[in-house]
């Protein structure tokens, strides 16, 4: 029954005595009992008014998120609040709140302490951990210092917000950097926008491009907008970059397959190309060989007729052969193993063998030594005449020895020819001696007729033989024109001018050979049509780049691309190949006009662009010459970013500029930093002698008024007049200001100091007396202006004095009471004075010391 009559107040069944007892409880004593009654107690407010009086910000928290009463969460906000914010004076340590802000993620913390914290670190780490726009908006308006509000201006990044700043903001700084915000936001919200248009431009540009035909110009064009849309990629849609993905795709697949099929193209030409000199070099070493081949160069024949086997042989393994190519090439290649084969057999001393061998021997081949045919005998020569006699007999004398040469060599070709022309003479003329010498030499015209018989029809039945079996053959059209004009060239050699005795065997041998040309006319109209076609695509290409050159706003055109143009358009028009060039003259003359236009246009932009890099290069000749390094770098900067945008040029012409800029440019900064290093240098020198005053200057007034005297302070005064405050940093700026400042009131209070010594001094120096009535209400007096408490027995007189002196004091007197205290002092004539009063006096006079 007891405990209950004297249970704790905290306990009590009325919700105020609790509360009440709540406020007496001892935070850090009594913390738990604290937690537990802000947790437990059935009553709100006595809930709050328990977390209100917590130090635990553990405990706190919890209460924030656990407790379902608005007001006591609300408390435990607040309280948490303040011990962060250091208004409590139990509360937790610098260090810890610091720590606490760094790692709190409480927007509404974090702002009250950055209002309202007590010290100015605390404030800055919360603006820090503060990441809420409105909040920091806030805190740049009506934050606790300069400082403060233009670092939290500097962590916003909302237009809505920043305009606000620059409309109401109350700082210099604060405004200028929301309005440098706003601007350079502005530009970049442009800059955003022209690069999604120009994104935009180029995916389409993309899509049209991987849809038109490949020409010689597609790739160009497709480098030129790849390299763009990397620029802009970063700054498109995503519908924009889908489009551009899918088009560099397609247009990459057709740039592979179009690649894919010339390198298969390639290896076809290179392999029917490799089949056809092979075959070429067979012929041709038939053509070359000699007598002297086979005593000679037998062994290097042999080795020569293998190579050209293994070319043709490996050429078909990468190309398939068609069966007339293959039969040709077996034949010719056989023919050369039997040529070598009886070319071995030769050098044997068997006169049978020989025989046989030379029989076997081809006649158009020349034969070795051994095996050389004998040559047919030559008529006997006619009697001679005097030379008189022959010179006067005919005037066509000439022309019968030219007949009789050509007969003794077994020219048949070439004296039929003669013989024709002698005959006609006769038709003409009835020249008896000419007759007569045709006479003479008609027999030995019939033996080498007879020997022409013997020897070239064989020879001719070969070559129809020949020209019959490429009809219907399987050799390639070219191949096939090829033979049929070597077995043309055959026949000419054969022929004699006697055409009556060669027309039937070139009856058959023309029936045959306009029979096997009949398919290369459909090769040679198709290979008329992929000329016509070729034909087609130069003149397409050329008005390609006629449009081009046409549509080109040559002003602001974009000569890297241009160049890029006129570099790959020679290179395509190589490509189409092959055009008739008859056919082709015109076109090409357009195409090389075209060209012509773009190379002046070009060369005039370049000329245009050199021109300028040599006028700035001279701008920046002069900025180095210049004394004013400071603003020689600034016109350098500016003359940097017109260098960029100058005209562009290939990078051949270019270098040379660029490279003669550049060191001018290095130069000049290099010449600037030297400046600023030898500036940093002086100031840091002027800085340190300028603290060092300082410092000397505040050891000097750390020393009390009394030891001072005018002088010293003047000459320290003139000391800080003669210092730069420019280089002395802001903390020695701050120093000096409040250095000065203290000068200037001690020089200030220094006359004032003295009249209150020398008041102190004559009251002690009084000699003992009694106390007077003028001496005792000058000691209240005193002790009233002094604000001190006077004796019980003194305050009536005190008062007395205090309502004396109330009509001078509402006409708004405003002398200071150390002033009228001293005046009141001085006043008094010297003379004793009581001990009592006199303490009195020193007392007031102490509790007013200046």
């Known amino acids: 029954m007891f405990g209950k009559l004297f249970k704790p107040r905290w306990q009590h069944r009325d919700a105020a005595v609790r509360k009440a007892a709540v406020d007496t409880l001892d935070p850090q004593q009594q913390a738990d009992l604290l937690a537990s009654l802000a947790r437990e107690d059935t009553n709100e407010e006595v809930r709050a008014s328990a977390t209100r009086r917590l130090l635990d910000l553990t405990a706190l928290d919890t209460l924030t998120r656990d407790s379902h009463s608005d007001v006591v969460r609300e408390a435990a906000s607040e309280r948490m609040m303040a011990l962060l914010a250091g208004a409590v004076s139990d509360g937790p340590d610098l260090d810890t709140r610091l720590h606490l802000l760094r790692h709190t993620g409480n927007a509404r913390v974090l702002y009250h302490v950055t209002q309202n914290g007590v010290d100015s670190e605390s404030r800055r780490t919360a603006l820090t951990s503060l990441s809420d726009a409105d909040s920091l908006c806030d805190v740049a308006l009506h934050g606790h210092d300069e400082a403060l509000r233009l670092a939290a201006a500097q962590r916003l990044e909302s237009a809505e917000h920043l305009k606000r700043l620059a409309k109401e903001g109350r700082d210099k700084r604060v405004v200028r950097h929301a309005r440098d915000w706003l601007r350079d936001h502005q530009q970049a919200e442009q800059d955003r926008r022209k690069r999604e248009q120009d994104g935009a431009a180029v995916a389409e540009a993309l899509r049209q491009h991987a849809q038109r035909a490949a020409d010689g110009l597609y790739q160009a064009r497709l480098q030129q907008l790849e390299q763009r849309w990397a620029e802009l990629a970063k700054h498109a849609s995503e519908e924009h970059t889908r489009t551009a993905t899918q088009a560099l795709e397609q247009a990459h697949q057709r740039l592979a397959r179009q690649a894919a099929e010339a390198r298969e193209q390639q290896a076809r030409e290179a392999a029917l190309g490799e089949r056809r000199a092979a075959l070429a070099t067979l012929r041709q070493l038939l053509d070359d060989v000699t007598e ?8 290097a024949l042999r080795s020569a007729i293998g190579t050209q086997e293994r070319r043709w042989l ?31 057999q030769s050098q044997s001393e068997d006169r049978e063998l020989l025989e046989t061998l030379s029989q076997r021997w081809p006649r158009k081949i020349p034969a070795p030594r051994t095996l050389r045919q ?5 008529p006997e020569p006619a009697p001679t005449r005097p030379a008189a006699a022959k010179a006067g007999s005919s005037a066509h004398q000439g022309l019968v020895v030219a ?4 007969l003794q060599k077994g020219n048949l070709k070439h004296a039929n020819r003669l013989w024709l022309k002698a005959e006609a003479v006769l038709e003409e003329e009835n020249d008896v001696w000419l007759s007569k010498q045709l006479q003479r030499l008609e027999e030995r015209r019939n033996e080498l007729r007879d020997w022409h018989a013997f020897a070239a029809q064989p020879k001719k039945d070969q070559l129809c033989e020949q020209m019959e079996a490429l009809i219907g053959g399987d050799l390639d059209p070219e191949e096939q024109a ?14 004699s001018s006697d055409q009556d005795q060669d027309q039937a ?58 160049w890029e143009i006129r570099r790959q358009a020679p290179q395509e028009w190589k490509s189409i190949q092959p055009v008739r060039f008859t056919d082709a003259r015109d076109v090409q003359k357009r195409f090389s006009t075209l060209l012509s236009a773009i190379d002046q246009q070009l060369e005039g932009a370049w000329r245009e662009a050199e021109q300028q890099r040599q006028n700035m290069i001279g701008e920046a000749e002069a900025l180095l010459a210049q004394e004013d390094l400071d603003g020689a770098t600034r016109e350098a900067q500016q003359l940097q970013k017109r260098w960029r945008q100058a005209g562009w040029l290939p990078p051949g012409r270019h270098r040379p500029h660029q490279k003669r800029f550049r060191r001018i440019m290095d130069d000049l900064f290099g010449a600037r930093q030297a400046r600023m290093e030898q500036r940093r240098t002086e100031l840091e020198e002027k800085q340190s002698e300028g603290l060092a005053v300082l410092e000397q200057v505040a ?14 302070l003047r000459d320290q005064a003139a000391a800080l007049n003669e210092l730069d405050e420019a280089t002395l940093g802001r903390p020695g700026q701050r120093q000096f200001r409040r250095l000065r400042d203290q000068i200037q009131e001690r020089l200030a209070a220094l006359p004032r100091w003295r009249r209150w010594q020398r008041a102190v001094l004559g009251v002690e120096a009084s000699p003992d007396g009694e106390p007077s009535e003028e001496d005792q209400t000058l000691t209240v007096a005193l002790e009233a202006l002094a604000g001190i408490d006077s004796p019980e027995h003194a305050r009536e007189r005190r008062l007395g004095w205090q309502l004396e002196q109330l009509p001078r004091a509402m006409k708004g007197a405003n002398t200071s009471p150390l002033d009228e205290a001293l005046t009141l002092l001085e006043t008094r004539p010297d003379g004793p004075l009581d001990t009592e009063l006199a303490r009195r006096l020193q007392a007031a006079l102490q509790a007013m010391q200046p």
């Open 292 to 299: 002297d081949t086979w005593d000679t160069q037998l062994g």
């Open 505 to 562: 065997q070139w009856d058959r041998f023309k029936a045959a050979s306009d029979q096997a040309y009949e398919p290369c006319r459909a090769h040679f109209r198709e290979l008329d049509g992929q000329r016509a076609e070729n034909l087609r695509r130069r003149e397409q290409l050329c008005r390609q780049l006629a449009d081009f050159v046409a549509a080109q706003d040559w002003q602001r055109a974009n000569w890297q691309a241009v």
């Open 482 to 495: 090829s033979a049929i004009q070597a077995l043309h060239d055959e026949w000419r050699e054969l022929m």
């Open 403 to 406: 007949l009789r040469r050509e």
């Open 314 to 344: 490996a050429a078909a393994e990468e190309l398939p052969v068609e069966e007339g190519e293959r039969q040709h090439f077996q034949q010719l290649l056989e023919q050369w193993r039997n040529l070598i084969a009886l070319a071995e």
């Open 699 to 712: 050891a000097a007034l750390e020393e009390p008024l009394a030891s001072q005297d005018e002088s010293a």
């Open 374 to 378: 004998r040559p047919v005998p030559d």
